[in-house]
């Protein structure tokens, strides 16, 4: 970068004096600047472009001394070099008080040629050195920031905002920064210049071929025409490759703000790139352990008579840690044991350990203990086999003909328990699993027709501003109205209580015992109701607020064409990173409406594929004449053993995660939504038929 040169202000009121210095200079190489007087000498001083000032002591209108001090006191020029010279004060006392106001040298006339130059050069040589200490120690003191922050951003975008804006300001120049996206595509970051509108976007560079190592060279200004360089400029363009398997990343900035050899260019590139490894390292757990967590939940709930269910687990952010929340519904003997629990520590370490203590759960029921000894039993495997972990469980049985309730908790939250009188917390636990203290207790009580019990993890109650009790009480007030339909009572439930955002799991579980055929209260769906309904098992905005964008893929349903559509639903799955098990949930989902379009909906109909980077939606619609049931009402209900249909929409309720349905005399449009685990590129790849 552009350092001291050899620019010297010569000062002196003698026409021969100063003639006789600027001679020697100019011979020494030095470009001369010549003042007369000190108001002259400070007002070009003030205008740049001096490395160093060569000073009379005695001045017409003030002294050398003066001078000196004004010219130290600049608040940005004040560290540039003076050197005084002086024929008459020659004393010690005046050299000592030229040297303690300011000046760096102090030479006595007559001066030696050789001697002068000698001295002018040393003092300069010694200011550019002081001055590149300066700008490297400021530069790595804004590298350790701008390392900070982008070690602290939890996406690409941000990290390579962070890195754009950090870069400008440490180089004072435009900047150009390359580097890998989640999805294997490339993305750039540029900006022309310290405080100016970074703009992100994929990049259009190819550049391949990079050797594994830090390196720098230099550029034309036309090979970076993403920033404002100017054409003549050089560009210092710096390359960073980790591992052969992964790109490089790139920066680039103007040559001349950089230093020999771009130490801090390189730093620069180096910290980008570990913070772009550890960004992918972490987003590699979390999907693992996401991963982990879902395929140990139940992909079926028990179907029970006389019972409705309703769950929802709704995974934290997607940068925040993974946690070990679970929750279990199963039937035996006839009784239904429910369980929602939560294994300490946010890690792919917890969710294995959820797994261990999930498992060791079931295998206890299936031996036919109860849920205090379940707990009594769980607690001493955790303390012989997994010891210094612990988890809060509540685990409870209902008794398929009596509603008697058997229920045991290990510090979990209390269950919430409604009925016609109101809404009541079941506070009654023992200490947490892991801890031997005591044994479990166990409370009992009859769960009443048409009462519900909702259990569920701390996630969806805590926040860290507030007290437990008061998100308890906000889940109380919630619950004491109870929906006909289960489903849409732990939707509002989430939507009420849970977090916009959650930083921890979410595992919620609703149980009802219906009323009997015989009671008076006993409800009974509307037929020939037309309309929508909507029925959400996961986090998102309400799916009647989504409609298919103008480019979303559209293919007709055709009876000779549902293999290929199947085909591309599966694709559209695996492209949109879902799991293999999800793939298959939604390509079986997708199949039972593309089959009631050819069997009930006249044949005919449409097949929309859309994302919104978190969602994979899939809609089918047809022409028919509509369903005789109520919306709210189908699929709602297990079809008997012995019918022979009923069973299509009841399977899709339980196999995605969002669903909405509308019909009417005009036909039926069913709208499913998979949770996608990271955003979608949806471009080349789509058409419209």
Known sequence: MTLPGRTVLVVDDTPSKRYLIASYLRRGGFNVIEAQTGAQALDRFAEGGIDLVVLDVRLPDMSGFEVCEQLKAHPTLGTIPVVHVSAAATESIDRTQGLERGADAYLVEPIDPDELIATVTSILRYYQARLEAELLAARLAGLVRVTGAMSSATDRRSLLDEAVRGGSEIFGSPIVVIADDTDGTRLLGCSDGPGTTVLIAPATVDRDGELVGARFRDEPAANWPQAAFRDDDLVRVVSVRTRLDRPAIYVAVRTATTMDGAPVLLLFGQALQSALDTLSQFDAEHDLALTLQRS????????????????????????????????????????????????????????????????????????????????????????????????????????????????????????????????????????????????????????????????????????????????????????????????????????????????????????????????????????????????????????????????????????????????????????????????????????????????????????????????????????????????????????????????????????????????????????????TPSPWPVTAAQFTE
């Open 296 to 675: 140990l939940l139940p992909r079926r709930l028990a179907a029970v008579a006389g019972f409705d269910f309703a769950v929802r687990y709704v995974p934290a952010s997607d940068h925040a840690e993974i946690g070990g929340d679970f929750y279990e519904v199963v039937h035996l003997d006839g009784q239904v044991f429910v369980a929602v629990g939560d294994v300490g520590g946010h890690s792919l370490h917890a969710a294995t350990v959820m797994a261990e203590v999930r498992h060791s759960m079931r295998a206890y029921l299936a031996e036919g203990h109860g849920p205090a000894e379940t707990l009594d039993r769980l607690n001493g495997l955790m303390t012989k086999l997994i010891p210094g972990e612990i988890a809060t469980l509540c685990l409870l049985s209902v008794d398929c003909e009596t509603g008697l309730v058997r229920l045991a908790n290990a510090g979990h939250p209390p269950p919430i328990w409604c009925a016609p009188s109101g809404v009541r917390l079941l506070p009654d636990h023992g200490p947490l699993l892991g801890i031997v203290l005591q044994p479990a207790r166990q409370i009992e009580f009859t769960l009443g027709e048409g009462e519900t019990l909702v259990l569920y993890t701390d996630g969806l109650i805590e926040r860290r501003s507030h007290v437990i009790d008061d998100g308890i009480g906000r889940l109380a007030q919630a619950s004491r109205h109870v929906e006909a339909d289960l489903e849409l009572y732990a939707s509002r439930l989430l939507a009420e209580v849970g977090p916009a955002e959650p930083d921890d799991d979410i595992a919620l579980v609703a149980i009802r015992r219906r009323f009997s055929a015989t009671s008076a209260d006993q409800s009974t769906a509307t037929v020939g109701a037309l309309g929508t309904a909507e029925h959400i098992h996961s986090r998102g905005e309400s799916l009647l607020e989504v409609t298919p964008p103008v480019d979303a893929s559209s293919y007709t349903v055709h009876p000779s064409r549902l293999a290929a559509l199947r085909a591309e639903v599966a694709a559209r799955g695996r492209q949109a990173g879902l799991a293999q098990v999800a793939v298959e949930d939604l390509v079986l989902a997708v199949n039972e409406l593309l089959t009631n379009v050819v069997r009930h909906g006249g044949g005919e109909g449409r097949l929309r594929l859309w994302a919104d980077g978190r969602w994979l939606y899939c809609e089918v619609s047809d022409h028919g004449s509509g369903m005789s049931a109520s919306p709210a009402s189908i699929g709602t209900v297990r079809p008997e053993a012995s019918s022979s249909t009923g069973r299509g929409l009841w399977m899709i309720r339980r196999l995605v995660n969002r669903f909405r349905m509308q019909t009417g005399p005009g036909g039926t449009t069913v709208t499913l939504a998979m949770p």
